[in-house]
T-cell receptor
């Protein structure tokens, strides 16, 4: 069945770039998403990419999509302490009536 | 606070009929959008609006019209329904910035069948 996989932890130094990777299995997904969850808060949609795109940039965020390898990545440039959070990769749609598959989340920690 | 509401929940049309899907939100969100969801295709953006009086096309706008006369309402019109428009339609809203920068709140969906 459909699956989305991510590494569980990532630690980077403040000011460096963070790259969070994700692999997915459903090649029919039209949307691939990155969500951010800060401590005690719900999921916030960070960015998304259409499956017919291979790159999307939004300020410090760069999303790269390799459809052949079913690999999605999120790069955060100049990582700040405020970027500490859990980042979820997801594929498919997102609402209670549509199917969305989330990865387990990558916990990003920032070292001073 | 009702969030995002959509009516009707279900609708069956004949080819060539017209109808309007209603969407309303009471969160004072500037950004509203319409998606359609088809099996195996996730959500596709039809039209969106960044504020009252401003609308723009999304990924699949053909066959649909929208207007945004108030902040609260964002109706989607099908002028001449076609079987290819059989789908589940979701309305969403967010405070600002559109889907790439802000959390969207989704309505419960309208399931439309065109015969």
């Amino acid at each position: 069945g459909e699956d989305v996989e991510q590494s569980l932890f990532l630690s980077v130094r403040e000011g460096d770039s963070s790259v969070i990777n994700c692999t997915y299995t459903d090649s029919s997904s039209t949307y691939l998403y990155w969500y951010k969850q800060e401590p005690g808060a719900g999921l916030q949609l960070l960015t998304y990419i259409f499956s017919n795109m291979d790159m999307k940039q939004d300020q410090r965020l760069t999303v790269l999509l390799n459809k052949k390898d079913k690999h999605l990545s999120l790069r955060i440039a100049d990582t700040q302490t405020g970027d500490s959070a859990i980042y979820f990769c997801a594929e498919g749609g997102y609402s209670s009536a549509s199917k969305i598959i989330f990865g387990s989340g990558t916990r990003l920690s920032i070292r001073p | 606070n009702a969030g995002v509401t959509q009516t009707p929940k279900f609708q069956v049309l004949k080819t060539g009929q017209s109808m309007t899907l209603q969407c309303a939100q009471d969160m004072n969100h500037e950004y509203m959008s319409w998606y359609r969801q088809d099996p195996g295709m996730g959500l596709r953006l039809i039209h969106y609006s960044v504020g009252a009086g401003i609308t723009d096309q999304g990924e699949v706008p053909n066959g649909y019209n929208v207007s945004r006369s108030t902040t609260e309402d964002f109706p989607l019109r099908l002028l001449s329904a076609a079987p290819s428009q059989t789908s589940v339609y979701f309305c969403a809203s967010s405070y600002s910035g559109g889907p790439s920068t802000d959390t969207q709140y989704f309505g419960p969906g309208t399931r439309l069948t065109v015969l």
